[in-house]
């Protein structure tokens, strides 16, 4: 095996076991304005990613809208660290939409269902998922972006999107405040 090689095999395992340990990644794909979080499953080798079908412009559903991902051909995805928080890999995905009712479906159905944190109306979500997300498998190509020892200078930081929310000015009044010096013992 030759060092190059060697090399590929090692950012590889680190995308596998970075995605394996994150429960959130961040997806950058052609039409969206930023990079959006999504939680995932990592199963045999692939992420798997259940998302609102709708186009992201109306009302969200209760699943995470990722606007046009099902029709993406490919992605890319970076993983943070779980100790620091910072990015650890950026690799290229090639994305697949699975249709309901197909084999790969029903499997990727299965580890998403078991990794749902409070999913609403649970006996039913096979059927809601069918009818108003989609499930899409993000498959590694090869190609590392990203990895200890080759990241980018910059921070990749994307400025906030634009919210009618402020924090400027004088916050309320709320009883029972914690006081902002400790009281004098003496």
């Known amino acids: 095996m030759s060092d190059a090689e060697r090399d590929q095999a090692v950012r590889l395992a680190l995308v596998e076991e970075a995605a394996r340990r994150s429960s959130v990644l961040w997806l950058e794909y052609a039409g969206l304005d930023r990079p959006r979080p999504a939680w995932h499953v990592w199963k045999d080798g692939a992420a798997y990613v259940v998302a609102d079908a709708g186009d992201g412009a109306g009302t969200a559903g209760p699943e995470q809208t990722l606007p046009g991902l099902a029709g993406a051909s490919s992605a890319t995805v970076s993983c943070r660290s779980k100790d620091s928080g910072a990015r650890l890999v950026s690799w290229r995905a090639a994305v697949e939409r699975l249709a309901p009712g197909t084999p790969d479906w029903d499997e990727a159905l299965g580890a998403l269902r078991a990794d749902r944190l409070n999913a609403v109306d649970a006996p039913g979500l096979a059927a809601r998922w069918a009818e108003s997300a989609v499930i899409v498998r993000l498959t590694p190509t090869g190609e590392v972006l990203e990895a200890p020892g080759s990241m980018p200078a910059d921070r990749a930081a994307a400025p906030p999107p634009a919210s009618p929310a402020t924090t400027t000015g ?17």
């Open 170 to 186: 004088r916050l309320p009044w709320v009883v029972h405040k914690r006081p902002r010096h400790r009281p004098r013992l003496s």
